[in-house]
């Protein structure tokens, strides 16, 4: 029989890692995912190698990525949910939860990064 | 005669201007400082005055502080990693000033105002549409820069600070190199 140890996938806290360092409640989580269901949340959680293939999953985390050396990984989840004026008063949080928009997160990442403002 | 057009007439009559050596800055993180003119990712998101896979323009502030207040205006000081200040030197020989009093009221012929040079760029980037032409039609040009306006407010304690940002289009910066090789 696996040990609990053996069981366990390196990525396996992938899901809940992104969760936290994005700050993210629930229904937040669910939309950033692509609007999956409460359910379907709480079997990633518990199981998060159904989510492993996930596109959205894998966007966030790139996103987490992205803010590296930008922003500091203990404000990151107070600033994606601060209102932005470029975004309209939307904050980012916002905008990660339409596959329309959150692109719009990662370019100003990018534009923080490389000091690309105006 | 469509909009589009006239505002490719406004900037095909604005006045040709130099950069003689001006100095702009850049604020970026420490960690990146190895990489502070990268523009792919300019090309790949877009910008105020460039399409997204379009071409790529590069971003400046007339200022330290300038260059400060625009990241801040994005994230708070405190929320930052270490970032540094880094200055160019700027010697452009086509460039377009859209500061300029008179460049200005030839915009506004064309129904660019402004305010449309400092918009936000909102939830689905409607505010820059009259800039992304603008940068469009000054980069099919030729135009290598653009004196831009910014959209911070300046303290009234720094009036004497310069209050503008730039635009450089680091292709027609390199289109002189261009050598025909094969027809």
């Known amino acids: 029989m696996a040990t609990l140890t053996e069981k366990r996938h390196p990525k396996e806290n992938d899901v809940l890692f992104v969760r936290k360092a994005l700050g993210f409640e629930e229904w937040e989580m669910m939309a950033a995912l692509g609007g999956i269901s409460s359910k379907t949340l709480t079997n990633w959680l518990r199981d998060p190698r159904t989510a492993l293939e996930d596109e959205n999953l894998r966007f966030l985390k790139e996103l987490i990525e992205c803010a590296k050396g930008v922003i500091r990984r203990d404000k990151l989840s107070d600033w994606i949910h601060e209102p932005q004026e470029e975004f309209g008063g939307l904050t980012s949080a916002q905008m990660l939860t339409s596959h329309e928009t959150r692109g719009r997160v990662v370019a100003l990442l990018r534009q923080l990064r490389h000091g690309n403002l105006a | ?183």
């Open chain 2, 1 to 183: 005669m469509p909009q589009e057009e006239k505002i490719r007439g406004a900037v095909g009559a604005v006045e040709i201007t130099k950069i003689d050596g001006s100095v702009y800055f850049r604020s970026i993180p420490k960690v990146f400082k190895g990489t502070p003119l990268e523009w792919t990712p300019s090309f790949q998101d877009g910008n105020r005055y460039n399409q997204k896979n379009l071409f790529a323009a590069l971003y400046f502030a007339g200022s330290v502080f300038l260059a400060e207040k625009e990241v801040e205006a994005r994230l708070r000081p405190e929320y930052q990693e270490s970032r540094l200040t880094l200055g160019f030197r700027v010697q452009i020989d086509k460039a377009i000033d859209l500061t300029a009093p008179n460049n200005l009221a030839l915009l506004e012929k064309a129904g660019v105002y402004r305010d449309d040079l400092i918009k936000p760029a909102g939830a689905d980037e409607s505010g820059y549409k009259m800039t992304r032409l603008i940068g469009k039609f000054a980069y099919e040009l030729g135009i290598k820069a653009l004196i831009v306006p910014t959209s911070k407010p300046k303290p009234q304690d720094m009036q004497d600070e310069v209050w503008h940002n730039l635009v450089i289009f680091p292709v027609p910066l390199m289109a002189p190199f261009l050598i025909p090789v094969y027809e």
